[in-house]
């Protein structure tokens, strides 16, 4: 505000907060209607590049999650928090690396798509299922994300292996931040 009159702070504070949509805890569509965004076409992605610093040339592309553009959800925290409100963590995160990895089929070699997934569906068999092509590992990076606890890291790393195996990357996301602290 070019304030530092803390009154004149917290008026201003107070009205962006206020301004906010939504209230904190309340989902920001309907159980059904977000069912129906998990079951059609409707999440979306943008695609953010990865660049190699040795050359700063593109080599791959982190697919980021959006809900239904101009819907509530459309914002990935609007998205991920009414997931969690309803129990459906597990399938908003199945959707999203099931939508990606069906639009990674579009992108030009050499480039790699790289997807994130809470460790609790990270499974070898159900990401084989959604890559039936085993060449098609090469250009993948699984992504963990920092929002979800991996309780037993050492089994977990063991559970990447059947994939690393095939020439998938495991990788984790904002390592440093939420769970994935730096002794994860």
Same mark, same amino acid.
């Given at each position: 505000?070019?304030?530092?009159?803390?009154?004149?702070?917290?008026?201003?504070?107070?009205?962006?907060?206020?301004?906010?949509?939504?209230?904190?805890? =309340?989902?920001?569509? /309907?159980?059904?209607?977000?069912?129906?965004?998990?079951?059609?076409?409707?999440?979306?992605?943008?695609?953010?590049?990865? $660049? /190699?610093?040795?050359?700063?040339?593109? $080599?791959?592309?982190?697919?980021?999650?959006?809900?239904?553009?101009?819907?509530?959800?459309?914002?990935?925290?609007?998205?991920?928090?009414?997931?969690?409100?309803?129990?459906?963590?597990?399938?908003?995160?199945?959707?999203?690396?099931?939508?990606?990895?069906?639009?990674? =089929?579009?992108?030009?070699?050499?480039?790699?798509?790289? $997807?994130?997934?809470?460790?609790?569906?990270?499974?070898?068999?159900?990401?084989?299922?959604?890559?039936?092509?085993? %060449?098609?590992?090469?250009?993948? $990076?699984?992504?963990?994300?920092?929002?979800?606890?991996?309780?037993?890291?050492?089994?977990?790393?063991?559970?990447?292996?059947?994939?690393?195996? =095939?020439?998938? %990357?495991?990788?984790?996301?904002?390592?440093?931040?939420?769970?994935?602290?730096?002794?994860?």
């Amino acid at each position: 505000s070019g304030t530092t009159e803390p009154a004149r702070l917290f008026e201003r504070l107070s009205g962006a907060i206020t301004g906010l949509a939504g209230i904190p805890g =309340q989902p920001a569509v /309907s159980r059904e209607p977000f069912r129906n965004i998990l079951a059609g076409p409707c999440i979306d992605f943008h695609l953010q590049s990865i $660049v /190699s610093l040795a050359d700063m040339k593109t $080599v791959g592309f982190e697919a980021l999650a959006r809900g239904p553009m101009g819907g509530p959800v459309e914002r990935p925290d609007r998205l991920f928090a009414t997931a969690s409100h309803y129990g459906l963590r597990r399938d908003l995160d199945l959707a999203c690396v099931s939508a990606a990895l069906g639009r990674a =089929q579009h992108l030009p070699e050499p480039y790699w798509l790289s $997807v994130n997934l809470g460790p609790d569906i990270f499974d070898a068999a159900l990401l084989r299922k959604l890559v039936p092509d085993p %060449r098609d590992f090469k250009r993948r $990076v699984f992504e963990i994300t920092e929002h979800l606890p991996i309780s037993e890291p050492l089994a977990f790393a063991a559970r990447t292996k059947p994939l690393r195996r =095939q020439g998938a %990357r495991v990788a984790l996301d904002d390592a440093g931040c939420g769970f994935l602290n730096m002794s994860m």
